[in-house]
């Protein structure tokens, strides 16, 4: 599942973790803020990326 699936789901279910789930196996959960948290690096990277670009 993508992470703003995951986000959506959880904002829709009011719910602050989802299982993980590798070949039928559970190997862990997923919380709301670490969707979160990787959402804001992402952005943040991007952000860089395009100030860099705007430099050269």
Avoid: N
């Avoid at 990277?45 to 100030?51: G, I, K, S, T, V």
């Amino acid at each position: 599942m993508a992470v703003i699936g995951a986000l959506s789901q959880m904002t829709q279910k009011r719910i602050r973790h989802l299982p993980v789930v590798d070949g039928g196996r559970l190997v862990g959960f997923i919380s709301i803020g670490d969707l979160v948290k990787y959402r804001i690096d992402r952005i943040e990277a991007e952000a860089a990326a395009m100030r860099d670009y705007i430099a050269s």
